[in-house]
């Protein structure tokens, strides 16, 4: 099994910075890529990034282009999530996942999911 564990979330005024991390871990570790998702309240699940774990390429919901960098620390097995000039609608938990196949975006396609953390973007 699988093991994501997320951290760094917090409250931050519009405009501030956060970095997430997610720390992956088990012996069936060996995905193919791993991205963030983030849920509203009252929203579904949406798309933010991801990145081919071995090769580093990396997509971006248009929402965020620009503002959030995703990146990983193979040696590490961690994620992370740089979000830069946040704003008020960034406001949601966000979600470290890893998928087996080449990244998606789709919820359902991931294998495998952390609890959350809560970012919270308010004056």
């Known amino acids: 099994q699988v093991q994501l564990v997320e951290s760094g979330g917090g409250l931050v005024q519009p405009g501030g910075s956060l970095t997430l991390s997610c720390a992956a871990s088990?012996?069936?570790?060996?995905?193919?890529?791993m991205g963030w998702f983030r849920q509203a309240p009252g929203k579904e699940r949406e798309f933010v990034a991801v990145?081919?774990?071995?090769?580093?390429?990396?997509r971006y919901a248009d929402s965020v282009k620009g503002r959030f960098t995703i990146s990983r620390d193979n040696a590490k097995n961690t994620l992370y999530l740089r979000m830069n000039t946040l704003k008020p609608e960034d406001t949601a938990v966000y979600y470290c996942?890893?998928?087996?196949?080449?990244?998606?975006?789709?919820?359902?396609?991931?294998?495998?999911w952390g609890q959350g953390t809560q970012v919270t973007v308010s004056s």
């Open positions: 088990g012996r069936a570790f060996s995905p193919i890529c």
């Open positions: 996942t890893a998928r087996r196949g080449v990244g998606s975006l789709r919820p359902e396609d991931y294998d495998f």
């Open positions: 990145i081919g774990w071995n090769d580093g390429t990396t």
